[in-house]
């Protein structure tokens, strides 16, 4: 909900709209940061369903940075919500980097592994360069997708534009 983006739109037109046209039942609203990144934080920095009641979440540990409490405050929402028949949510936290490349410039560097890429047979997903953050969400993404190579890559030159390999793709399945 930004003023930027369909300012005509109540969260009830919202809703109402998505339901309609993505034949989805319930929709469950998180946090985020108007101006202070270059996308108003989008939803696919911060949580992703990987599979019915399942959903991984952001975690920012530097505590100078914007996305420290609002991450926090994500995870206390999706913790606390359930899905479209009332079952509790299975919520995996991944904890970002506390390490990046910054040769490409850190303004709006987003340093994330939310923003993975599915495709056919595969996950393109990010590193960083901080090996134990980097590994840790190797294995969090490969427990979700356990019949899909996981192939992971330096995306610095997206990171450091604000964005995340799902930003630069567009998912097209072969059937």
């Known amino acids: 909900m930004n003023d930027n983006r369909?300012?005509?739109f109540t969260k009830e037109t919202f809703e109402k709209e998505l339901k309609l046209l993505l034949g989805i039942k319930k929709i469950i609203w998180l946090k985020?940061?108007?101006?202070?990144?270059?996308?108003d934080a989008h939803v696919d920095f911060y949580a992703r369903f990987t599979k019915i009641?399942?959903?991984?979440?952001?975690?920012?540990?530097?505590?100078?940075?914007?996305?420290?409490?609002?991450?926090?405050?994500n995870i206390e929402?999706?913790?606390?919500?359930?899905?479209a028949k009332g079952n509790p949510l299975e919520v995996i936290i991944i904890d970002?980097?506390?390490?990046?490349?910054?040769?490409?410039?850190?303004?709006?560097?987003?340093?994330?592994?939310i923003g993975y890429y599915v495709c056919n047979d595969a996950v393109i997903m990010q590193k960083f360069g901080d090996t134990q953050a980097d590994q840790n969400a190797f294995n969090i993404i490969q427990?979700?997708?356990?019949?899909r190579t996981?192939?992971?890559?330096?995306?610095?030159?997206?990171?450091s534009g604000g964005g995340s390999i799902h930003c630069s793709t567009q998912q097209e399945p072969k059937d």
């Open 6 to 8: 369909n300012p005509s």
């Open 32 to 39: 985020g940061i108007k101006g202070n990144d270059i996308t």
């Open 53 to 73: 009641g399942t959903v991984l979440v952001s975690r920012e540990n530097y505590t100078k940075s914007y996305d420290y409490a609002i991450t926090r405050e």
């Open 77 to 83: 929402i999706l913790q606390n919500s359930t899905d």
């Open 96 to 113: 970002n980097p506390e390490t990046f490349n910054k040769s490409f410039g850190d303004k709006d560097f987003a340093a994330g592994y």
């Open 143 to 147: 427990n979700q997708f356990p019949n």
């Open 150 to 159: 996981i192939e992971q890559i330096a995306t610095d030159g997206i990171a």
